[in-house]
C-alpha cells in the first residue's frame, strides 16, 4: 500500500504529460517559457484573484512574500510552531523575529484568541500575557503567516480581525491546502499574498520543487516578479531591488497543467476517501474536526492516538500489515535547535506539544481503496478495543 500513490495518478495522465512534456523540449524555452504564464493564468482564475506568480518552491513563495512586504530586521512574524520548518525559516532569514502562537486543537490551526494576546503582548514587551522570543524589545509586530495545516484553511475571518485591528499584513501559507475551501472561498485566496507549494506530495504536485505566490494587489504582484528574477526591472540587466533566483521550470508548469485536468475531480475524491476514513473510525481515534463552512483538501488524514506510546503501538501494527504512516510533526519549532535562540521552552505551546506526541496521518490519495481503507480500520479499532 502506497502512502501517496503518484503512480496511480501518472498512469491516468500520462498521455497528457508526454504532450506537454514534448512540446517544452521542441520550443526549448525552459525558463519563463509560455506554459508559465498559463499555469498562472487558469490558476488565478481558479483561486479568484486577480494575479499568481509562478516560484521555484513553497519555500521560495514564502520567503519572496515577506521580501515583497519589506519585512526585515527589528520587525515580528507571528506564526504557528506546528508546522514544517520553512514557515518560520523564511522569517529568520530576512532577520525578522519569529513569534509563535498556538494552535486550536481541534483544527491543528493558529488560535485567533491568543493571536491577540501574542500581538498585545509584543507591543507591550510583556511574555506575561504570552510567550515571547527572547530579546523581543523593540520589535514592530508587522505580520502573521497563519498555516492551513493539513489541508485545512485557518479561520481568516477572525484572523483578519486581528490583523486589520493591529495593522499586520496577513500572508497565507497554503502549501498544504491548494483546492480547499473557507466560507465560499478557496485557499490562496486570503491575506495580502498566499503562498502554495507544487512539492510532489501535495495535493496539486509537480515532479520536482514549485510553488506560487496569490495576490489581487497589483503592486505586490509587480514585486512578487521582479524578486524572483533576482530584482530585475524593466530587462535582466537592470535590477531595482535584491531578489532572489526563484523562477519556476517550465518542465514544471507544463507538468502542472496536465495534472491540473484532473485537479477537480481529485479534490472530489479526497473527500470521499475522508468520508470513508471518519465512518469507519469513529469512536475507535480522534478523526479530524472540519467545522462548518470549510473544506479540506486533505492533503494530510491525521488522527490523535492517546499518547507518544500509544501511537507508536499503532504505528507498529499498521507496519506489520504494510501499511505505511507518518508523523507530521513530532517536534514543534518552539523547541527545535534552530529556533534555540529565541529562548522558547517545552509547556509554552500547550496545545502543540500535545498534538506533537499523539500526532499520525495515515494514507490519503485520491485513489485509496475502500478495502484498503478498511483494512486500516480494522487494525485501529482492534488496538483501540473498539
Avoid at 134 to 144: L, T, Y
Wanted: charged share 25%; proline share 6%; net charge negative.
Amino acid at each position: 500500500m502506497n502512502f501517496i500513490d503518484l503512480a496511480a495518478q501518472q498512469r491516468l495522465i500520462a498521455e497528457k504529460l508526454n504532450a506537454n512534456i514534448g512540446r517544452v523540449l521542441a520550443h526549448g524555452q525552459y525558463i519563463n517559457g509560455p506554459e508559465v504564464r498559463e499555469l498562472e493564468n487558469a490558476l488565478a482564475v481558479y483561486v479568484g484573484v486577480r494575479h499568481a506568480v509562478g516560484c521555484a518552491s513553497g519555500t521560495d513563495a514564502l520567503l519572496m512574500a515577506l521580501m515583497a512586504l519589506d519585512i526585515g530586521p527589528g520587525d515580528a512574524v507571528f506564526t504557528t510552531p506546528f508546522t514544517f520548518v520553512a514557515t518560520a525559516e523564511v522569517i529568520s532569514l530576512l532577520g525578522a523575529t519569529p513569534v509563535f502562537v498556538d494552535i486550536d486543537p481541534k483544527t491543528f490551526n493558529i488560535d485567533p484568541a491568543k493571536l491577540e494576546r501574542a500581538v498585545k503582548a509584543v507591543k507591550s514587551s510583556d511574555p506575561a500575557l504570552h510567550p515571547l522570543p527572547s530579546e523581543i524589545e523593540e520589535r514592530r509586530p508587522r505580520a502573521v503567516i497563519p498555516v492551513d495545516l493539513f489541508g485545512l484553511p485557518a479561520d481568516y475571518d477572525a484572523i483578519g480581525a486581528v490583523a486589520a485591528h493591529h495593522g499586520l499584513k496577513v500572508i497565507e501559507d497554503a502549501a498544504q491546502s491548494f483546492g480547499g475551501e473557507y466560507r465560499g472561498r478557496r485557499a490562496g485566496a486570503f491575506g495580502d499574498i498566499a503562498c502554495t507549494s507544487f512539492f510532489p506530495a501535495k495535493p496539486l504536485g509537480c515532479y520536482g520543487d514549485g510553488g506560487m505566490c496569490f495576490t489581487s494587489d497589483d503592486c505586490l504582484d509587480e514585486a512578487l516578479r521582479s524578486i524572483r528574477v533576482h530584482g530585475q526591472g524593466d530587462n535582466k540587466y537592470d535590477n531595482v531591488r535584491i531578489g532572489i533566483n526563484g523562477r519556476l521550470d517550465t518542465l514544471q508548469a507544463a507538468i502542472l497543467m496536465a495534472k491540473f485536468e484532473i485537479f477537480p475531480e481529485e479534490i472530489e475524491l479526497r473527500q470521499e476517501v475522508a468520508a470513508r476514513y471518519n465512518k469507519l473510525l469513529s469512536g475507535a481515534v480522534v478523526t479530524p474536526a472540519i467545522p462548518d463552512g470549510y473544506r479540506s483538501a486533505w492533503a494530510q488524514y491525521s488522527i490523535l492516538a492517546r499518547d507518544t506510546v500509544g501511537r507508536a503501538t499503532l504505528m507498529e501494527k499498521l507496519k506489520a500489515a504494510g501499511i505505511p504512516t507518518a508523523v507530521y510533526y513530532k517536534k514543534p519549532l518552539h523547541r527545535q535547535t534552530a529556533f534555540a535562540g529565541l529562548g522558547y521552552r517545552e509547556g509554552d505551546f500547550p496545545a502543540s506539544d500535545d498534538c506533537a506526541r499523539r500526532i499520525l496521518s495515515l494514507p490519503m490519495h485520491p485513489y485509496l481503496a475502500a478495502d484498503d481503507q478498511r483494512r486500516i480500520a480494522d487494525i485501529l479499532r482492534g488496538e483501540s478495543g473498539k
